[in-house]
């Protein structure tokens, strides 16, 4: 009897529960960030996606009817979708080098600083763009551009004699310079956070291995795309991919230096959205949601394809 | 700096004839390779210097674009205190929000990195891949309708939770990976250590782990806080009474230039909102850099 019993101990439903309960102890310690992740994060989206088939509207009073694929359909035939995803790009296109090739070559200027004070200093300095907050950042470059009082434009005119106040830039706006000022802002407040992103993998990069380069012969353009390039490429993925991701999904610089009005050049797909499920009419959320998912759709493929350019290819 | 290079140059002459170019007078290249970065610490200076002056100049220095102040004027900040008490109001909003915030996601991230970490956790592989994915998904914005009705339904529109729960996870994946980076570092066997001297997992992590990533909470006071402290989107969409409202919407809704919102006015409005993240930056740099080299960017 007791033969039986005991190699069976240890899948008998009781100790099964006891371990599930020891095991599920470490659940309860990803429980809270559990909680809010699903949520505010998987839910909703999941949520966006049902709604995306729907004609829901939120000020409608009868109930949301599933229409199939209807949403999509018409938004792949919006002008407005298209010119949305259009300046997107256009942004993007315009920041992403930038704001990879900046700081990169800040990070390999301030590498070479010997003294370990002055180079703190330097990161010192240069990060403290990333401890302001965007939207603070946005603020302040509304004012650097302003027409009047902004000194950018003061700079252009009475320091460096470019222009008179009656041609000088308007750089937001109704203007073809909106985006890529924009753009500009954009480099500027990353600069710090990614030349530290750069400065970590270079410092993983032997300094044997440049010292020998060097005494075979090899210049410093040699150096960069032998040696210190290839070294970057896996922080250098990581970049481009998320910052092409926040770059085609940028809304809150568009709603802070633009307003509602279509034929402005920062009406995004981004802004279209938030119009079409806030503002315009009995809030056509389920309109909205496809758009969402539409633009959401043509990130996720640009990310695989940025994935598969930087593959590694040893 | 080119100077300290050259006179250690002229005290040690055989370094120079190994590793420095042949001109041994001037270090053109350390002048070079100096006056390039400060150039570019000069761009990151000026605008913020700035908007510094413009809160202390007079309303007519304001509106001639000059640079530096021909007449100082330091009541703009007493104007604001005195005469505009909502603002004091939204600041407190603010920072109601931005504590519980931190508070909250530094609580999630560091007990899911120990999870993910130090537990036998079965599931780790689809829940780390749910969170890295998140990272390449515009989550933010397509998530927002839907948070928009959550919050509806819960009567949670115009309130401050309302905007702090939606707020934990503006961070959440980053944090609970930047965590998991720390946790990383620490070698297992201290944890087993640990367990032998008859610590329970919760003790284990209390006493013997927590400790050991400091830094890293350094670096997920200081992403968090610029993140809740700045957040506009969802303000902008969750909130539209006034009394609610949070510093970043006040902002950038104000337009400068007329009547009680002069420019040195906004401006000073400006630098009471940022100087406190700069401030707690400058005082914790250096717990926030050996951070972010410890681990926080090994995700």
């Known amino acids: 009897m007791a033969n039986v019993i005991v190699p069976d101990n240890h899948n008998s439903p009781f100790e099964r529960i006891k371990r599930e309960i020891k095991h599920g102890s470490s659940w309860l310690y990803l429980l809270p960030a559990l909680v809010f992740f699903i949520g505010y994060q998987v839910y909703p989206i ?25 949403n999509y359909a018409n938004a792949v035939v919006d002008p407005v979708v298209h010119q949305g995803l259009l300046r997107a790009g256009y942004f993007t296109l315009l920041f992403l080098p930038g704001t990879i090739f900046v700081p990169l070559f800040v990070a390999i200027l301030v590498d070479r600083v010997k003294n370990q004070r002055i180079a703190s200093l330097y990161k010192i300095i240069l990060l403290i763009p990333a401890v302001i907050p965007g939207p603070m950042i946005f603020v302040l470059w509304k004012w650097l551009y302003d027409f009047e009082i902004g000194p950018i434009n003061t700079f252009l005119i009475e320091g460096l004699h470019l222009f008179n ?27 710090g956070y990614h030349t530290i992103f750069f400065l970590a993998g270079l410092a993983t990069i032997p300094k044997e291995m440049i010292d020998a380069a060097r005494v075979d012969g090899a210049n410093e353009w040699q150096l960069f795309w032998r040696i210190t390039l290839p070294r970057l490429r896996a922080i250098m993925l990581i970049l481009v991919v998320l910052r092409f991701g926040s770059a085609m999904a940028v809304i809150d610089e568009y709603l802070i230096f633009g307003s509602f009005d279509r034929t402005l050049p920062t009406y995004t797909w981004t802004v279209y959205m938030w119009h079409l499920a806030f503002q315009l009419g009995d809030r056509l959320q389920g309109y909205a949601a496809a ?6 759709g043509v990130m996720l493929v640009v990310v695989a394809l940025l994935f598969y350019i930087f593959r590694n290819r040893d | 700096m080119a100077a300290t290079t050259t006179s250690s140059a002229t005290i040690r002459p055989q370094a120079t004839v190994s590793t420095a170019p042949p001109n041994r007078s001037i270090n053109w290249r350390g002048i070079l390779l100096h006056g390039t970065i400060i150039f570019f610490c000069l761009l990151i200076i000026l605008p913020l210097l700035w908007v510094l002056l413009l809160s202390v100049k007079s309303i007519r220095d304001a509106n001639t674009g000059t640079f530096w102040p021909r007449e100082w004027d330091f009541t703009h900040y007493a104007y604001v ?21 931190v508070v909250l996601t530094c609580i999630c991230a560091l007990l899911g990195g120990y999870a993910l970490v130090h537990l036998k956790l079965r599931g780790r592989f689809l829940i780390l891949s749910l969170l890295v994915g998140s990272l390449f998904f515009p989550t933010r914005l397509i998530s927002l309708i839907a948070i928009f009705e959550i919050q509806s339904d819960l009567g949670l529109r115009n309130t401050l939770i309302g905007l702090v729960l939606p707020y934990v996870t503006l961070n959440l994946a980053t ?11 620490i070698s297992p066997e201290i944890v087993d250590a640990a367990h032998m001297d008859g610590c329970n997992t919760w003790q284990t992590f209390w006493k013997v782990l927590l400790p050991l990533v400091k830094n890293g909470i350094v670096v997920l006071v200081i992403v968090n806080f610029v993140t809740a402290w700045g957040e506009y989107l969802l303000a902008y969409t969750l909130i539209d009474d006034q009394s609610v409202r949070t510093m970043p919407v006040v902002l950038a809704s104000t337009f400068g230039g007329l009547g009680a919102w002069q420019y040195p006015r906004i401006a000073a409005v400006y630098i009471m909102v940022t100087t406190p993240g700069i401030i707690v930056f400058a005082y914790a740099q250096r717990w926030y850099m050996k951070g972010l080299l410890e681990g926080a960017l090994k995700f």
């Open chain 1, 165 to 191: 106040y009656r041609n000088a830039p308007q750089w937001l706006g109704k203007s073809n310079l909106a985006i890529p000022a924009i753009a500009i802002m954009e480099v500027w407040w990353g600069i």
């Open chain 2, 175 to 185: 944090s609970v990976l930047i965590m998991r980076g720390m946790f990383e570092q």
């Open chain 1, 291 to 296: 758009i969402g998912w539409i633009g959401a």
């Open chain 1, 46 to 70: 999941i949520r966006v996606f049902v709604l995306s088939f729907t004609d829901y509207r939120l000020l409608a009073a009868d109930e949301a009817q599933f229409i199939g694929l209807q």
């Open chain 2, 81 to 101: 205190i005195q005469e505009r008490p909502e603002i004091l109001y939204n600041m407190g909003n603010s920072i109601f929000v931005t504590l519980s915030t």
